[in-house]
């Protein structure tokens, strides 16, 4: 489940590049994938860090959550033309 300030919290962590919350650490990071591809590194990738834990949990590519903000945003309607109401 994605939260309904997802634009925001995507703008804020491009600034800052990490987001402190109560017991986890949302971060963006590049990634290399150690096949020698030329275009290394890859990403950026969010990340959940648990700091109890230290676990680091994948929460999707930038540009598929962009993507997905962007389709959760009100659309308008095209109005017909000639529609005076």
């Known amino acids: 489940m994605k939260p309904d300030n997802l634009p925001e919290?995507?703008?804020?962590?491009?600034?800052k590049g990490?987001?402190?919350l109560p017991g986890v650490t949302?971060?963006?990071e590049y990634r290399r994938c150690g096949k020698?591809?030329?275009g290394c590194?890859?990403?950026p990738y969010l990340y959940a860090r648990d700091r109890?834990?230290?676990k680091r949990k994948y929460l999707g590519s930038l540009t598929n959550i962009r993507r997905s903000a962007a389709l959760r945003?009100?659309?308008e309607l095209p109005t017909a033309q000639g529609d005076t109401s």
């Open 9 to 15: 919290i995507v703008e804020l962590l491009e600034l």
């Open 18 to 20: 990490r987001i402190h």
């Open 26 to 28: 949302i971060s963006l």
């Open 36 to 38: 020698n591809c030329g």
């Open 41 to 43: 590194p890859h990403g």
């Open 52 to 54: 109890a834990s230290h």
């Open 73 to 75: 945003q009100p659309q």
